[in-house]
């Protein structure tokens, strides 16, 4: 009886600690890490994490702040996105937090529809951002969604979004084709915004396509749509945006009329960007058309209102259309002087755009990482949940084990399970641990490269800009200090020495501006069919009076049918570089040579000279940024390394490629490839 009794007593103790497994209350700090108790868990892992990060509001009104404190989830989510809309186009950082917080709440709620709109407006925080393919990652997951809801006009928008995408990507064959597919839907459902939105964007590929039939189909479309709902700035933009395509078509009477019926929309609502914009574009036109005293009154204008708004960009353009202006007039120290203050514009626009660029990137990448903290301690409560339920799996096994005897190998079966079940979604959350750390740290590598790139090329400037500018400033102060006791040969070869050295500033300007507006993704790239032996007769005219004073030989020998498919600017900009190169290291009574060939559907070009050549070494260190290469002239010309590195950058843009080949003292060829048809061209023919 006693025995029976002792194990009544010990069946009683196990069941009391079978039940305090249960309930999984144990000792403070095995569980739980950090000093948090359960009900800490719950409330970290409660809808959107407000306790994580300090202020998850940033500088809401107090009236919202009051509105979301009291809000059910569902009205946090559309309060969210319409945040993350509305800071779209003032702050990215703060657009990209509430689209987060936004999708954490659908995510957590399984709101299919609800994700795919958060998923949409990261999509376009990372399209401002400039990542194009993340961007398009989350555009895709958003019309994955779309699609499985039968939301067909969120899968229009999506595709109106993926078009955007591909036209930056110059794949315009794939962003027509998206478009008309939104297009499509746009008619079936007879949504007029989204309509007028694809034919707005379809007008814009044709243009830059230069298919006269289309633009025109689409864009009167658009006037359509415009016209019956009284859209006024609609009917502005279309209207500009024509005048803009004829003014690149040369058609130059079709381009004034459209620009003066976009400027009478303007000016009827008083919308001075609008007006500050056609008005330098009706300027261009008249100065293209030699019309130079009928475009001052515009120029003016324009100046005026861009100057009071504080646009930058379009002042910048303006005081190179007056660079124009004075130099039709053949004013050419007032031209200068224009051109100067056009460049310091461009200057500033870069250095503006580069600090935001770095400063938006850098808080959005602390942002992120901020989000994937919070998703990282979410995932470790998860894990402690599974640990809390794996204990109650084992009090239960102990009751069980008590009460049920016979029951021991099929609850030992359970068990088993569980702990397999348990120990898979472990590795998987490990899994997506790692991955995310990953992630965290690419992220990093990519700031620190970015920051980098912009200590080297501020060195760049800094250490090329000095030198020219001492010797300027020297040579200067000589002449005016001594010029009573000069002779005329003296004066001569000192004005020589001056023209050298500013000519040497003015090339080391214009190749860090046209580089800044490459790596910026601000260059104004219009390719067009171009004969090769006219670009080759320009440049070799510039540079003619300065292969005289080495008594240098400039041969062309080129076919003069051959012709390519390239924007002008940039392929003078190729071969002027690569020209006064050779000319640089190419002794006195030298020759250099141009030839060209056709190879498939490119053209290769070759600069050939019997200059001093180059070992191996130096070979290696061209066209790269981060080494900055430079040598004197064989006449002690000086250089900066930025031509080539330029060569470079805008051969890969118009879709070649560039090498050299050189030896020391046998001279060197620099080669580089044209396209012959354009790019999309040439892909629906493969």
């Known amino acids: 009886m006693q025995q029976y009794k002792f194990s009544i007593f010990i069946c009683f103790i196990i069941l009391l600690f079978s039940m305090e497994s249960v309930t999984g209350q144990e000792p403070d700090d095995k569980v739980f890490t950090r000093g948090l108790e359960v009900s800490d868990s719950i409330y970290l892992t409660d809808s959107i994490s407000l306790n994580i990060v300090s202020d998850n509001y940033f500088d809401l009104p107090e009236n919202i702040r009051a509105l979301l404190s009291k809000a059910n989830d569902s009205t946090k989510v559309e309060i969210f996105l319409q945040l993350a809309g509305n800071y779209l186009n003032e702050s990215l950082t703060k657009s990209m937090h509430f689209a987060n917080l936004a999708y954490d709440i659908s995510s957590k709620n399984n709101w299919t529809k609800d994700m795919a709109e958060s998923e949409n407006s990261l999509g376009n925080v990372y399209y401002y951002l400039g990542d194009l393919i993340t961007a398009q990652s989350y555009y895709f997951k958003s019309r994955e969604k779309m699609l499985k809801l039968n939301n067909i006009i969120g899968v229009a928008g999506s595709n109106n979004n993926l078009s955007l995408i591909y036209f930056d990507l110059k794949n315009y064959k794939k962003a027509i084709n ?20 694809s034919y707005n964007n379809l007008t814009l590929i044709y243009q830059q396509i230069d298919d006269l039939q289309n633009t025109l189909k689409y864009s009167d479309s658009a006037l359509i749509f415009f016209k019956e709902t009284f859209d006024t700035i609609g009917l502005a933009v279309i209207y500009n945006n024509l005048g803009d395509y004829y003014t690149k078509r040369n058609e130059l009477k079709t381009a004034n009329q459209y620009l003066l019926k976009s400027l009478d929309f303007y000016q009827s609502i008083n919308d001075l960007p609008g007006m500050a914009t056609v008005k330098i574009n009706i300027a261009i036109v ?39 202006y004075y130099k039709q007039k053949g004013d050419y120290k007032n031209a200068l002087d224009q051109y100067k203050t056009y460049t310091l514009y461009m ?81 998987e959350k490990n899994i997506e641990l790692f991955y995310s750390n990953k992630a965290l740290g690419e992220s990093k590598n990519e700031l620190t490269r970015i920051n980098q790139a912009k200590n080297r090329f501020l060195s760049i400037i800094a250490h090329d800009l000095i030198s020219p500018f001492s010797a300027f400033i020297t040579l200067s102060k000589i002449l005016t200090e001594n010029i009573d006791s000069l002779n005329k040969k003296e004066i001569k070869n000192y004005s020589e020495l001056i023209y050298n050295s500013a000519s040497s500033i003015f090339n080391l300007v214009e190749n860090l501006l046209q580089w800044s507006r490459a790596q910026s993704g601000k260059l104004n790239y ?30 062309s020998n080129l076919n003069k049918k051959l012709k390519v498919f390239a924007d002008p600017d940039v392929l003078s900009t190729i071969l002027r570089n690569l020209l006064s190169n050779a000319i640089k290291f ?19 070009v070759f600069v050939s000279d019997t200059g001093v050549g180059m070992n191996p070494d130096d070979i290696n260190k ?54 012959t048809i354009p790019m999309q061209l040439k892909t629906i023919k493969t």
Not at 591 to 603: C, D, H, P, Y
């Open 286 to 324: 008249l100065l293209r058309k030699n019309k130079t005293e009928e475009s001052l009154p515009f120029l003016k204008n324009s100046l005026e209102i861009s100057l009071q708004l504080g646009i930058k960009e379009l002042i910048s353009e303006i005081y190179k259309s007056y660079y124009q």
């Open 347 to 427: 200057d500033s626009i870069y250095a503006d755009n580069t600090m935001n660029q770095i400063n938006e990137k850098r808080v959005a990448f602390e942002s992120e990482n901020q989000h994937k903290k919070i998703q990282i301690l979410k995932k470790d409560q998860e894990f402690k949940q599974l640990r809390i339920q794996k204990q109650k799996s084992i009090g239960i096994f102990l009751i069980v084990l008590v009460g049920i005897v016979f029951s021991v190998i099929l609850l030992s079966n359970i068990i088993i399970q569980v702990k397999s079940e348990t120990s898979h979604l472990i590795k």
């Open 526 to 555: 219009t390719p067009e069919f171009l004969t090769l032996s006219n670009i080759f007769n320009n440049v070799i005219q510039i540079y003619t009076p300065v292969a005289d004073k080495k008594e240098l030989r400039i041969i």
């Open 586 to 604: 190419t002794p006195e009574k030298g020759l250099i040579t141009l030839t060209a060939k056709v190879s498939g559907e490119m053209i290769e």
């Open 178 to 197: 998206l478009n008309i597919k939104a297009l499509e839907i746009y008619k079936e459902k007879h949504h007029k915004e989204g309509m007028a939105s």
């Open 622 to 675: 061209l066209f790269s940024l981060e080494n900055n290469f430079s040598k004197s002239g064989t006449n002690g010309e000086q250089g900066n390394g930025l031509g080539l590195i330029l060569c470079k950058e805008f051969v890969e843009i118009i879709g070649g490629s560039i090498g050299v080949q050189s030896s020391k003292n046998a001279g060197s060829t620099f080669w580089f490839s044209i396209p």
